[in-house]
């Protein structure tokens, strides 16, 4: 079992049509990920395992003021801030190669999904699909020391 500290700001959006011009977007998130490592295969100098971890996490959406636009019969929507604290669950692999009896290097890939919803920031005028879980996946590089 490990815990691990992540904090991120992500403002790249695959948003299309009107709003990919005129809307930014972005998503802010800090919080602590409980993580167990099961071998699925071991041998003397490498292991693969299962990942497998959740944890409390604190999010901030945020979106763009819209401007009105009578010809495409757009109105005036504020800025919109979401924020609030929900879990996230990731699952995974990796392998873990020894370098010495208690050094190791592991190469490890989880996806994560973040439970979040910002419904309240969409608008039906600018085409923003509804978003109940943030998603992503890691690549990981670590080295580890053993006690």
Known sequence: MEGQVDLCRLDRSNLTGYAKENVTVS?????????????LIRSNSWNIQFIAGMGPFYW????????QNDSLGIPHIP???LEEWNMAFQAGAGVEYFITSSLALELSSVYRLMIGSLWPTMQEHI????????????????LRYYF
């Open 27 to 39: 998503l802010e998130y800090g919080g602590m990920m409980f993580t167990g490592h099961k071998p």
């Open 60 to 67: 901030k959406g945020i979106r763009s003021e819209i401007v």
């Open 127 to 142: 085409l923003i699909e509804q978003v109940n879980g943030f998603q992503m996946a890691h690549v990981n590089l670590r």
């Open 79 to 81: 800025k919109r801030t």
